[in-house]
């Protein structure tokens, strides 16, 4: 999911560097020791090369990838609780490791125009039968108290 800038939508048009080694290298697999997907890699390591500021450089979706499989954690209908949805967006800094061998890790408060707000709009993974979970818990009154450290 992007959103971005006028200035970015320039520079994505105009690419012809970055776009053709991505399409020459980047592939989905491990052969070659590297399990690269286009949709996913391109614009930010292309955001990342050509402006560095001029990027949030941290997702807006909590993701959870602690299990260290090829897919995230996804949460089923007893693991979604109001603590579940609390500790999601309570988080307001955001953890990064690199995926080479030197695993480096950076840690960035989430700033929204200058101050320190929770990092996550959305979540996933969740299966299907958590909807009612979800749904009843995401009715106005139960999570005023989870959105209101969002506005305030």
Not at 80 to 108: A, E, F, P, R, W
Request: hydrophobic share 35%.
């Amino acid at each position: 999911w992007f959103s971005v800038k006028r200035q970015h939508a320039l520079m994505t048009i105009a690419d012809s560097l970055y776009y053709t080694k991505f399409k020459l290298y980047c592939k989905p697999g491990m052969a070659g020791g590297r399990n690269c997907y286009a949709d996913e890699h391109y614009m930010p390591t292309l955001f990342n090369m050509m402006d560095p500021n001029g990027i949030a450089n941290w997702s807006v979706t909590h993701v959870d990838w602690s299990e260290g499989k090829w897919h995230p954690k996804a949460y089923r209908a007893q693991d979604v609780t109001h603590g579940l949805l609390k500790n999601i967006t309570s988080i307001d800094v955001s953890h990064h490791v690199t995926s080479d061998s030197k695993k480096v890790v950076t840690q960035n408060p989430c700033l929204w125009n200058g101050v320190k707000k929770p990092c996550y709009l959305f979540a996933r993974k969740f299966y299907p039968e958590s909807m009612n979970n979800l749904i009843n818990m995401c009715t106005f009154g139960r999570t005023l108290d989870l959105l209101t450290s969002w506005w305030i």
